[in-house]
T-cell receptor
Framework: NAGVMQNPRHLVRRRGQEARLRCSPMKGHSHVYWYRQLPEEGLKFMVYLQKENIIDESGMPKERFSAEFPKEGPSILRIQQVVRGDSAAYFC????????????FGQGTRLTVV | KNEVEQSPQNLTAQEGEFITINCSYSVGISALHWLQQHPGGGIVSLFMLSSGKKKHGRLIATINIQEKHSSLHITASHPRDSAVYICVISNFGNEKLTFGTGTRLTIIP
């Protein structure tokens, strides 16, 4: 089991382009969380998904950001028309289907908008 | 008020000192996690607790469910322990993970 895999590790986008961040959870994990870490700040919750469902997106900006976790394949965090303020590290975590199980974290994707 | 509060926010200590980082939370939880984030950014899960105490090498984590409090201890601290330590709770019911703001630990040789 390779752990939670995020790719790419580093992503550079020009303002106005789209960014797609991928998270492959641990095998058997059906819960995925996305977090954003701005420079010199703590991790902030963005969205919580179970397979094919968004459970809690209270931390997602209302515009330009979307997330999905399809039945097959990785979870995708999509940022449209990126702006400089989107530059951050984006982490995902996965768990099995119970809250009192260990959460595993990916290494993050560092998005730089130029 | 944040659901998860950590203290101290920053901690600098000499090599060899005993370190304690505290985490208080205000909601019912199904589990509490301690994470370590090194300057390079990668996150490592150190412990998951739902009761009692766990030990791994020089690290010890305790939790008091009644008092809604957890501590992370490091014995015989070493410069390589320098990192940000983050307390995360798994909310009971909706099972959402909520992060503390982290404690930045610096161990001076």
């Amino acid at each position: 089991n390779a752990g939670v895999m995020q790719n790419p590790r580093h992503l550079v986008r020009r303002r106005g382009q789209e960014a797609r961040l991928r998270c492959s959870p641990m095998k058997g994990h059906s819960h995925v969380y996305w977090y954003r870490q701005l420079p010199e700040e703590g991790l902030k919750f963005m969205v919580y998904l179970q397979k094919e469902n968004i459970i809690d997106e209270s931390g997602m900006p209302k515009e330009r950001f979307s997330a999905e976790f399809p039945k097959e394949g990785p979870s995708i965090l999509r940022i449209q028309q990126v702006v400089r303020g989107d530059s951050a590290a984006y982490f995902c975590a996965s768990q099995t289907d119970r809250g009192n199980t260990e959460a595993f974290f990916g290494q993050g994707t560092r998005l730089t908008v130029v | 008020k944040n659901e998860v509060e950590q203290s101290p926010q920053n901690l600098t200590a000499q090599e060899g000192e005993f370190i304690t980082i505290n985490c208080s939370y205000s909601v019912g939880i199904s589990a509490l996690h301690w994470l370590q984030q090194h300057p390079g950014g990668g996150i490592v899960s150190l412990f998951m607790l739902s009761s009692g105490k766990k030990k791994h090498g020089r690290l010890i984590a305790t939790i008091n469910i009644q008092e809604k409090h957890s501590s992370l201890h490091i014995t015989a601290s070493h410069p390589r322990d320098s990192a940000v330590y983050i307390c995360v709770i798994s909310n009971f019911g909706n099972e959402k993970l909520t992060f503390g703001t982290g404690t930045r630990l610096t161990i001076i040789p």
